[in-house]
């Protein structure tokens, strides 16, 4: 299963960076159709830009669960392990309950685009709704793997 979660989230992150290399296009060319005439003004990127942006805050998000750097507030001073161990678990089920949110509302987010297409680039929604169920889902994952390293710690 680690394999598993391993080579998802190496795949989560070549996806991050590759919308982050792909939105630099559409918003060059927003930038350069705004401030010169050599291009004319294409509306579709800007669309298209807060689709990439979308996709990739939430891959960051699924990335940020994984690394330990998302949703983590560092306040308290070094406690030892088990008692981080046991801060962390308290800390990640407030978390699982906003994966559990997004995994439910986002269903029905993209049930209620299941038949809609964006306005300019007449794009499928439930593309860009899916990335919320999905983030959810990966949360719970990654959260899973997690919960297991942290009561290893409590019970050793």
Request: charged content about 15%.
């Amino acid at each position: 299963m680690r394999r598993f979660i391993e080579l998802y989230h190496r795949l989560l992150t070549w996806l991050m960076v590759g919308t982050v290399a792909i939105l630099i296009v559409p918003v060059t060319l927003q930038i350069i159709s705004r401030y010169t005439e050599l291009i004319p003004s294409w509306i579709w990127t800007e669309e298209l830009s807060r689709f990439l942006f979308i996709w990739m805050v939430m891959l960051g998000a699924m990335i940020g669960i994984r690394e330990h750097s998302h949703f983590e507030v560092d306040v308290w001073p070094d406690l030892g392990p088990k008692s981080t161990a046991l801060l962390r678990i308290v800390s990640q089920v407030c978390v699982l309950a906003f994966a559990l949110v997004f995994v439910w509302w986002g269903i029905e987010f993209v049930r209620f685009g299941w038949d809609q297409l964006s306005e300019l680039a007449e794009l499928p929604m439930p593309w860009i709704f899916i990335a919320w169920p999905l983030a959810g889902f990966t949360w719970i994952l990654f959260l899973g793997e997690s919960f297991v390293d942290n009561f290893r710690i409590l019970r050793s």
